[in-house]
């Protein structure tokens, strides 16, 4: 049997899983991944701990591949997009702690490149908005506090690297320094227009362009695996952004095809084929894939809380002991009783990117119980995507169909509401594990396995369809209860 090795290096987990030539999900391996928490706002891995955990779950699935006579052809990476790494080239390792995309250090200074000005010239070119959540003010954080940096720099020996560039860095033992176009649109350093790192946004931030990666296509050659690391020499030829990743095993490949994926957090993408679109209702610009030197667009909307919230509750606030219970517990109360969360624990994404905002409970009273403030949690998540498809139809778009995958499409429950509250019909496809499908896809692309797109959308199937069934008066009571809850968040 043949196989395509599929690595997604998430912000709470590492996986590693071998998908047959079809899609079909044959052998995985998964790892958690501990988060750090420094100081209020602030989020961090351990490089190393993500390189370790990696390489086990690799080594995991293709034990697994030798023992059942599976052949990998070859290999894809995705990763949870903006996080960031500088390490030394030398030694290999990493300066700092990895910031993750969460992370809200860089507010201030954000806020003063606003105060600047500045916010128009990087929509312009890189399709974003100045915001702590991308790339560019951690590598500036990290290269003004700590002082080693600077010393690398000077030696020419540091590198950044997103995380699908750190392990392609660390599978290849140093020869490929790079990433893809998806990845790079993410960094808030990239020209979305022409593809290329932009030299006055580097000027701006004085960030030096020898420590960046090389910008491939989404499917390329990113090298071969170190035989010593793996004990096989496999050819990397596939890497996207988790989000971007997702769309492709969703095959949103047709202008106007819509997915959210609902993991740590909660991303819609629209594509938009060869046009560039730019919000007027603040929702991002980016890049969806790019194959074969050709850009494909899309628009997105970024919720930071999705899943995250369900581990909040389980973690930190111990409600719950797992999130499979969630969807019971919902299913058990007839209506959310006017309780609202607001889950702004890194402030809010799209459409409002305010990044000192702050979690809200609301409309607490003494018939409250805990179940309530599980099921608004749930909630939260939808009215979120309601926000951002509200922001979407302002600027023309309108979806009649959304594809659904991640860890919160697995509650039945969720997903209904989902339906209800958009008033469209929500797909939940077969194979959820689509983020690694998509990297997959694309690494059989560049290998010849796939000849076209349509050849990828021959495996995509469905599972379940959710229909809405909420009546408009209901929706309304709900949902003037969010805008009030949303509202008192802003203030």
Known sequence: MKAILAIDQGTTSTRAIAFS?????????????????????WVEHNPEEIWKSTLKVTKNVIKKCNSSNTKILSIGIANQRETTILWDKISGKSVYNAIVWQDRRTENYCQKLKNQNRENLFRKKTGLFIDPYFSATKIKWIINNVPKSKKLIKNKNLLFGTIDTYLIWKLTSGRVHATDSTNASRTMLFNINKNMWDKSILKILKIPQNILPKVKNSADDFGFTSRSLIGKSIPICGVAGDQQAAAIGQCCFSKGSVK??????????????????????????TICYRINNKTTYAIEGSIFIAGAGVQWLRDKIKLINNSYVTEKIANSKKSNNGIYLVPAFTGLGAPYWKPNARGLLTGLNRDTDWQDIVRATIESVVFQTNDLFNAMKNDGLKPKIIKVDGGMATNNWFTQFLSDILEIKVIKSKNIETTALGVAYLAGYQIGIFNSFNSI???????KKFTPKLSKNTKKKILDGWKHAITQTLV
């Open 21 to 41: 030539i079809t899609g079909k999900k044959l052998f995985s391996s998964q790892l958690e991944l501990k988060q750090y928490f420094p100081k209020n706002g």
């Open 260 to 285: 959210s994926t609902f993991g740590t957090g909660a991303f819609v993408l629209i594509n938009t084929g060869s046009k560039k679109i730019v919000s007027k209702n603040k929702l991002l610009t």
């Open 457 to 463: 959308s021959k495996n995509w199937k469905i599972e």
